[in-house]
């Protein structure tokens, strides 16, 4: 049995500018630049140009007589309130996405370094292996498989099937591992390793023989591989034959490798950082300003303006200007061109909002550097911006802030807080901090454990658990007391 209910809801749905603000606003400056450069290559109502405000100002004294004028019933497929749409978009020409202009604008124009990715560079050094037609594509294959760490986390198997697929070569296992020792001995030498042990050997093997340390350290890895990784040091001197000073010369030679050779110079120029904001203090008072030396000055078209005047104005004369396509082009580009300035400009509102709360509750910080953080979350600053705290996350994300003290994320201003004996509230970036320096200065032979760190902070009057002191500990990276245990020679 089939019964019909009548039920009324209300619900609430995002208009499109609402929903193109929200994506603009998550964006960081370089992914905004290209963003930005992407709405110009489908839009070409947007254009890039100079702050023209006096021009800007005349267009739009032009276009006052279009506010009075009647639009008469139209019932073409063209039907649209001309004169509104020109009303609400006058001051869009000559009008660029308001950003900040700091001193470093002229790096808008400077031009980038050219730089090789990783695969590039081993790609450039096939030539000097003389490999077979054969040998050359395992080798490109293995390479297009490196991951971004520089291991080589493929199966051999998967790159035989890849190449017999592809180039219709029949291989072995056997024949991969052999072009994977010598791709293993480019430059960065251990790249397309299959674990850190292999990594490590690896560059061990292209060091000179004659290097004190690097025999045993060989022999360590290949034989005693897990006591290494536990620092068992007298097991690992009963089953090597080794005396202290040599177990100690291997592990400091251990310790000056390169874990992961995808991480070189590759990695720090493909991933370098951008502030999206500058935040100094001078003359006793804050100077906030939005990067804007990758987002450029934005306006409509002065030559597409004129021609939505054009249909304006033969619209009162009771004539048509230019076919309903074409008419119905400039409608939806010059909505398109107006929703995505509108969108940038609120954007740079709303970070420049969200970063001035952040610094009025950071002042301490932003005016002395680390050590003055107190606990924030991202509801204080929605409360004192009146946002939503998705809104705060959205900006918060993937941003940085250049300070008189470095570059932060600004992730880094949030953290809860503890309290201590005297009843004031510190950040826990603080307690972290506490907790580093205990660990850099304790006795290296004697690690100092969670529990004992945990009443040491005690001592200075923080209450802290030991389960917070490991959550802490383990959030900074570093490793439990057993792990941090160093050969110490008496």
């Known amino acids: 049995m089939l019964n019909l209910h009548q039920r009324l809801s209300q619900t609430q749905r995002l208009s499109p500018q609402q929903i ?68 609400q978009g006058d001051d869009l020409y000559g009008y660029k996405a308001c950003v900040d202009q700091g001193d470093d604008e002229d790096r808008r124009d400077s031009p980038m370094v050219a730089v090789n990715s990783m695969t590039e560079h081993l790609r450039d050094q096939l030539s000097f292996l003389n490999l ?173 303006h004129q021609m939505l005047e054009k249909v304006v104005s033969d619209k009162k004369k009771g004539k048509q200007s230019y076919d309903a396509d074409t008419r119905n082009f400039l409608k939806s580009k010059f909505e398109s061109a107006r929703w995505f300035i509108n969108s940038i400009n609120q954007r740079r509102q709303t970070m420049l909002g969200v970063m001035q709360a952040i610094v009025g509750q950071q002042a301490d910080f932003f005016r002395q550097g680390e050590g003055n953080l107190r606990p924030m979350i991202l509801k204080d600053i929605a409360e004192i911006i009146k946002m939503d705290i998705s809104t705060i996350s959205r900006v918060v994300n993937g941003k940085y802030v250049q300070t008189d003290f470095g570059v932060y994320e600004l992730k880094h201003f949030f953290s809860e807080g503890l309290s201590t004996d005297s009843g004031e509230d510190v950040s826990n970036k603080e307690v972290k901090s506490i907790i580093d320096t205990i660990i850099t200065e304790d006795d290296k032979k004697k690690p100092l454990s969670d529990q004992r760190i945990a009443t040491m902070l005690e001592e200075k009057g923080f209450q802290i658990a030991r389960r917070t002191v490991t959550k802490y500990r383990e959030q900074l990276g570093i490793p439990v007391a057993r792990l941090r245990k160093e050969i110490v020679l008496s």
């Open 20 to 87: 193109q603000y929200i994506k603009l606003l998550q964006l960081p400056t370089l992914a905004l630049e290209q963003r930005i450069k992407a709405e110009m290559e489908i839009n070409p109502l947007l254009e890039e140009g100079e702050d023209l405000e006096t021009e800007a100002l005349d267009e739009q004294t032009e276009s006052e007589d279009f506010d009075d004028v009647q639009q008469e019933e139209d019932t073409s497929e063209d039907e649209f309130e001309w004169e509104e749409l020109m009303d």
């Open 132 to 304: 077979s037609e054969e040998d050359g594509l395992i080798a490109d294959q293995i390479i297009g498989s490196i991951d971004e760490d520089g291991y080589l986390r493929r199966p051999l198997e998967s790159i035989v099937d890849d190449v017999a697929f592809n180039q219709g070569v029949l291989l072995t296992e056997e024949d991969v591992e052999e072009v994977l020792f010598r791709v293993q001995r480019l430059e960065p030498v251990g790249v397309a390793s299959r674990d850190l042990k292999e990594c490590l050997i690896v560059q061990l093997n292209m060091l000179p023989q004659e290097l004190p340390g690097r025999d045993v350290a060989i022999e360590m890895l290949t034989y005693a591989y897990k006591a290494f990784t536990m620092k068992h040091y007298d097991q690992i001197m009963r089953r090597l034959g080794v005396e202290g000073f040599e177990l100690k010369e291997a592990y400091e030679l251990i310790q000056r490798l390169n874990p992961k050779p995808g991480e070189g110079d590759f990695a720090a120029s493909e991933n370098y950082i951008t502030p999206d904001f500058t935040v100094r203090f001078e003359d006793d008072e804050f100077i906030i300003s939005l990067n804007s030396a990758n987002a450029p000055e934005l306006r409509v078209s002065k030559q597409y």
